[in-house]
Antibody, heavy 119, light 112 residues
Framework: EVQLVESGGNLVQTGGSLRLSCTAS????????MNWVRQAPGKGLEWVSY????????YYTDSVKGRFTISRDNAKNSLYLQMNSLRAEDTAVYYC????????????WGKGTTVTVSS | EIVMTQSPPSLPVTPGEPASISCRSS???????????FDWYLQKPGQSPQLLIY???NRASGVPDRFSGSGSGTDFTLKINRVEAEDVGVYYC?????????FGQGTKLEIK
């Protein structure tokens, strides 16, 4: 079964750090690009970051540039999001999603992991 | 940044009736390869988003043929030709032509 499972979400203080993980199974992870997408409570979807299959092309939304780092370990079928200098507005459910063919066409999504940033 | 504007924000529909959602982008989403880098997603209550339409008009695997996508450049439409109860949720458009990729604000479809 094709699956993505996120983990690492937690309650953290303002200014703190977290590392999210996304573990893939059921498909050849190393051949796919990946996205992180988040959803603040009661709000819409917000794209956060993209990484290509080799990990050498990376994009971020402006609000997380310089604070978040996306990476992947193809040998471990895993995607990561290192989140530093967290702010209250980073509070959200974070989804990882498999990308097919271009930056969009996200055809497989995980169930999400919850990040809560509080002072 | 490309801004995506969806309408309407809310859409009450009687089962069996058609429904239509529009999405407009602030810049053309037509890539020089001839494809529009534009998707539609549905987030059902309590679930993760799911892909409905990619490249503007291609139904994703397993999506019923009552869903169709059309449009090119800056104007796109999602149509449901006969709404069913299971279609409730929030529909989002998204552009992936240029980072930062951006979503529309969503259209909440509800059953009358």
């Amino acid at each position: 079964e094709v699956q993505l499972v996120e983990s690492g979400g937690n309650l953290v203080q303002t200014g703190g750090s977290l590392r999210l993980s996304c573990t893939a199974s059921g498909f050849t992870f190393r051949t796919y690009e990946m996205n992180w997408v988040r959803q603040a409570p009661g709000k819409g979807l917000e794209w956060v970051s993209y990484i290509n299959s080799g990990g050498n092309t990376i994009y971020y939304t402006d609000s997380v540039k310089g604070r978040f780092t996306i990476s992947r370990d193809n040998a471990k079928n895993s995607l990561y999001l290192q989140m530093n200098s967290l702010r209250a507005e980073d509070t959200a459910v974070y989804y990882c999603a498999r990308v097919k063919d271009y930056g969009g066409r996200m055809d497989v999504w995980g169930k999400g992991t919850t990040v809560t940033v509080s002072s | 940044e490309i801004v995506m504007t969806q309408s309407p924000p809310s859409l009450p529909v009687t089962p069996g009736e058609p429904a239509s959602i529009s999405c407009r982008s602030s810049q053309s989403l037509l890539h020089n390869n001839g494809f529009n880098y534009f998707d539609w997603y549905l987030q059902k209550p309590g679930q993760s988003p799911q892909l409905l339409i990619y490249l503007g008009s291609n139904r994703a695997s397993g999506v019923p043929d009552r869903f169709s996508g059309s449009g090119s450049g800056t104007d796109f439409t999602l149509k449901i030709n006969r709404v069913e109860a299971e279609d409730v949720g929030v529909y989002y458009c998204m552009q992936a032509l240029q980072a930062p990729y951006t979503f529309g604000q969503g259209t909440k479809l509800e059953i009358k």
